[in-house]
Each structure stands twice: as C-alpha cells, then as structure tokens.
C-alpha cells in the first residue's frame, strides 16, 4: 500500500478542460486535481461553476473506491485532499467508450428515437477523443485501424465495461437512481495492464430519477437552464451518503 503522505506534487504534466494532472516524485503515480470548469457541446460551452471540482472529486472517488472494492481495476488509488486525488501513472487510450441504458442525448437525436426509451441489450458506442474532429462516434475496425488499440484489448474492454454497468445499474437503482448512460476512458499502466482511468461523475453520467425522471446530472447545464447544478450533485452526494441529509 502506498503511503499517500510520501508522494510530493511536482510538475503540472497537462491541463485538459476540466483536470489537471501532475507529476509525483514516484513516477508510477501522478496527482489528479479538479477545476472548477463545467463543459458542454465538445467544450464549446465552457463556465466556471465554483466549487465544482470539490464535488466532483468527492463522487468519484466515492465510485472508485466502490469499483476498486468490486474488484474492477481503476487508476485511483486513494483522495489526497478536497480537489485532489492519487492516482496510478496510466497512457490514456484516445477512446471514450458509452454505456446506454436508456435512449437519451446524441443516440436519441442521431437516430431520431424518443429519450426514455428502454434499451435491453445495453449499447456500447466508441467515441474517437479527437477536439479537431469533434470526437466523432467510430466502430471497433475503425478504432483497431487508426492504431489505438487492438481487438484482443477491445474485447478485454467490452468485458470491464459491461461488468461495471451491472454493478453501478444495481447500485444506483438501491438510492433510486436510473443510470441511463454513462462515459468511461481507460488507460495502460507501466505493465500494460489496462484500467478504468478518468472519471464517473454527473458531468460523465445521466442519473434520472427513479419515481420522478428529474434529471440529476448536467442536463441541465448542457440545455441552458437555470437550475442550480450544484444544488443537483448535492443531492447525489446525499443518496450515496456522502453528505448526511
Ligand atoms: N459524455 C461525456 N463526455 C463527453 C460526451 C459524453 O462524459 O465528451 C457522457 C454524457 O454525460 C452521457 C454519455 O456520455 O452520460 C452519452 O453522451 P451523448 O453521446 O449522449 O452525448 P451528449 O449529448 O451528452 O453530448
């Protein structure tokens, strides 16, 4: 087990729209500190909401800690502070692979099906992360012939990702949450082992809820209401008891 407090921050290594990561003086581990950004649209609506970074920091590292102990293997290692967290040293692979529940978001408008749809056979879709071409939605071949990743590591993803659908379906539906869809980013540690990397968030998430269908993600951000969205991922930290009632 590592020791949180022998680890010292060093460089920043990159900035990304809602994350910064830097370097450690171990080189197996990195710091992994959360802004204060909300984003929508690819990036194209980008505000600072104060605060956010705390909260969702304390929602993954809830769901990390959740997966580690299920025995999925993730990045986190432990959280170090309010935006900060520890974390293995990984090659981000360029891919942002979705899980649906639910019809919602760019599959209801790309295929022209009403949100709220029940999907039986969860859908896996594979974004390529490339900001010039506005992560455009690619296929397994497409992915393997770009040179990202290979089908034997394709297959090896499919498998943790629909593992992790099962658990987190059933975890939020016990605090009366419907997982719809969600985004999850992989990367390879130092022995090519891939983990769960990144982040699960109600920025990577949609969270419906159970009786009342309230959106209880950042819907309502990427539509353009009012609604305070802190006031939301409050209500998260609550159902997962992180924050008392
Ligand atoms: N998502 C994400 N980052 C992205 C795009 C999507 O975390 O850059 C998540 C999003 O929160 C939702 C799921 O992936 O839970 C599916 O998103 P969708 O393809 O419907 O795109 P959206 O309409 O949300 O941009």
Redesign the pocket.
């Given at each position: 087990m590592i020791m949180s407090t022998s680890i010292i921050k060093k460089n920043l290594l990159l900035e990304g729209k809602t994350k910064k990561i830097y370097a450690t003086n171990n080189p197996f581990y990195v710091i992994v500190h959360y802004k204060d950004n909300i984003t929508?649209?690819?990036g194209l609506k980008n505000n600072f909401l104060q605060d956010k970074g705390i909260f969702n920091n304390e929602i993954t590292t809830f769901i990390f800690n959740f997966l580690n102990s299920c025995g999925i293997r993730t990045h986190f290692v432990q959280k170090k502070n309010n935006r900060e967290q520890l974390c293995h040293k990984v090659n981000m692979i360029p891919l942002?692979f979705?899980v649906r529940n639910i019809v919602?978001?760019?599959?209801s408008k790309r295929l022209g099906i009403k949100e709220g749809k029940y999907i039986s056979n969860a859908i896996f879709e594979i974004?390529y992360k490339n900001d010039k071409l506005k992560?455009p939605l690619i296929n397994d071949h497409h992915a393997v012939f770009l040179n990202i990743i290979s089908y034997e590591e394709l297959n090896i993803i499919y498998h943790i990702i629909s593992n992790i659908n099962k658990i987190l379906k059933k975890f939020f539906l016990d605090k009366n949450i419907i997982l719809v869809?969600?985004?999850m980013e992989f990367g390879k540690n130092d022995q090519n082992k891939i983990l769960l990397s990144d982040e699960i968030s109600p920025?990577?998430?949609?969270f419906w809820d159970k009786k009342t269908k309230k959106k209880l993600?950042?819907d309502p951000f990427?539509i353009g209401l009012k609604e305070n969205i802190l006031d939301i991922y409050m209500e998260i930290l609550k159902r997962l008891n992180v924050i008392k009632n």
């Open positions: 929508a649209s690819n942002e979705v919602a978001g760019s599959m974004f992560d869809d969600f985004k920025d990577t998430c949609r993600d950042k990427r």
